[in-house]
């Protein structure tokens, strides 16, 4: 079970991005310069490692999903819940490819139920 969604607002800007800038991959920031932003990069562009999790995919209407990551140490806390990406307006994080149109990504998120909860993790 993905424990990711987006917002049709958030997908419709990634299809647009993922014509300028080809597929995408979004890591949730941990805090630092970017706060807690989810950041949008060209897929490829931000180094993963063992100490990543893949959340899941988003569905935006491409023909690729869009993955989503965070740090395993962050996945600890956020573990139980769905996050659904979303856009704002708003000056967003330098280093994520929506910063120059004037909106941002965020996140929304609710805690899982049991049900969705054990289907994710046993």
């Not at 300028?20 to 060209?42: K, R, V």
């Not at 708003?90 to 929506?98: H, L, P, T």
């Given at each position: 079970m993905d424990m990711?969604?987006?917002t049709d607002e958030a997908a419709a800007l990634l299809r647009e991005l993922t014509a300028?800038?080809?597929?995408?991959?979004?890591?949730?920031?941990?805090?630092?310069?970017?706060?807690?932003?989810?950041?949008?990069?060209?897929d490829g562009d931000f180094?993963?490692?063992d100490a990543d999790v893949h959340l899941g995919d988003l569905e935006v209407g491409l023909d690729r999903r869009v993955p989503v990551w965070m740090s395993a140490a962050q996945y600890e806390y956020w573990k139980h819940t769905v996050i659904t990406i979303d856009v704002v307006k708003?000056?967003?994080?330098?280093?994520?490819?929506?910063a120059p149109r004037g909106v941002?990504?965020?996140i929304r998120s609710r805690v899982m139920?049991?049900?969705e909860y054990a289907?994710?993790?046993g």
């Open positions: 990711v969604d987006v300028e800038h080809g597929p995408l991959m979004f890591h949730q920031s941990g805090g630092c310069c970017d706060g807690s932003a989810p950041m949008c990069f060209p180094l993963l490692s708003g000056r967003g994080a330098g280093f994520s490819v929506e941002r990504f965020l139920t049991d049900e289907a994710r993790h």
